[in-house]
């Protein structure tokens, strides 16, 4: 069995990632962590879960929760994230990231804490979305340069980074197919007289509202017709499955930073 921890466990992907893992086979939940001060420390973890109580206390004490795993997952926030990383690779455990919005020096932040412990970071653990970053890349290798690249993303109001991480991912993905750099070719804003689009440009825009879960388009246009690639989630339950198949996956993988990928085979 795969003891698995959850940072965040009173959140509403935690409170998810928990039902997964209480519905999965080979795993079990070792432990339950939130921020100091937070109501809910203390309690039981299933209740957040809708599961009643499970016998797991949600606890604020990172370095007992951590000693306690196989594996971490966290849905929190970079700094959050970065901090349980150090914790983890103290303690050799190993951790799936589902945070968004890393700074490129965060990213290497990581990537140094990875030589100790294998590290799953990843902007979307949906395994559709995942097959989508793999569609994309061979669509847009055939396709050229012949046809504009245009993403369009929509979240819940409460989302805080924007664009996406989802969204950032495609665009790389993109990018990379084309032989592109995309943090030169990314255009986030446009508005009044910004003059006509670039030949190599991505456009990025952002929706954010009411109860969304996540949609992603991407948009190859050429002249006369266009190809429209688009994921939509209906519920949050999709990351927190592909969470747990990460962290069954990492527990036997070599230190470094993987994504998924790895875990589905799709690199």
Same mark, same amino acid.
């Not at 080979?26 to 100091?36: F, H, K, Q, Y």
């Given at each position: 069995?795969?003891?698995?921890? $959850?940072? &965040?466990?009173?959140?509403?992907? &935690? ?14 939940? =070792? ?8 109501? +809910? ?7 957040? !879960?809708?599961?009643?109580?499970? &016998?797991?206390?949600?606890?604020? /004490? ?33 951790? $799936? ?14 990537? %140094? ?12 653990? =949906?395994?559709?979305?995942? *097959? ?16 504009? $690249? %245009? #993403?369009? %993303? ?9 664009? =996406? &991480?989802? !969204? ?24 009044? #007289?910004?003059? %006509? ?20 388009? $991407?948009?190859?246009?050429? +002249? ?12 949050? /339950? +999709? ?13 036997? !993988? ?7 990928? /790895? *875990?589905?085979?799709?690199?």
């Amino acid at each position: 069995m795969v003891k698995i921890a $959850v940072c &965040g466990a009173a959140g509403r992907m &935690g409170g998810r990632i928990i039902a997964a893992i209480k519905e999965s086979e080979g795993v079990e939940l =070792s432990g339950a962590l939130e921020r100091p001060g937070h109501p +809910m420390v203390g309690q039981d973890a299933g209740y957040n !879960a809708g599961l009643g109580a499970i &016998g797991v206390t949600i606890s604020d /004490d990172l370095n007992a929760v951590v000693q306690g795993c196989d594996v971490l997952i966290d849905f929190t926030a970079p700094k959050v994230s970065l901090k349980n990383l150090e914790v983890c690779a103290l303690y050799k455990k190993s951790i $799936v990231i589902g945070s968004t919005g890393f700074t490129p020096e965060e990213r290497a932040l990581a990537a %140094e804490l990875a030589r100790e412990i294998p590290v799953i970071i990843a902007p979307n653990m =949906s395994v559709g979305v995942n *097959v989508c970053f793999k569609v994309l890349a061979d669509v847009a290798k055939i396709l050229g340069d012949d046809f504009d $690249v %245009e #993403i369009v %993303e929509a979240h819940h109001r409460l989302k805080k980074d924007s664009p =996406s &991480g989802t !969204a950032v991912r495609m665009g790389e993905v993109v990018a990379n197919a084309l032989g592109r750099d995309y943090n030169k070719v990314a255009n986030y804003h446009r508005e009044g #007289i910004c003059g %006509e689009r670039t030949h190599d440009e991505i456009g990025m825009q952002t929706v954010r509202g009411g109860d969304i879960v996540g949609e992603h388009t $991407v948009y190859f246009i050429g +002249m006369g017709e266009r190809i429209e690639l688009t994921h939509r989630a209906h519920t949050r /339950d +999709m990351f927190s499955r592909g969470s747990v198949r990460a962290a069954k996956w990492v527990v036997t !993988a070599k230190p470094g930073v993987w994504d998924m990928q /790895d *875990v589905l085979g799709l690199r």
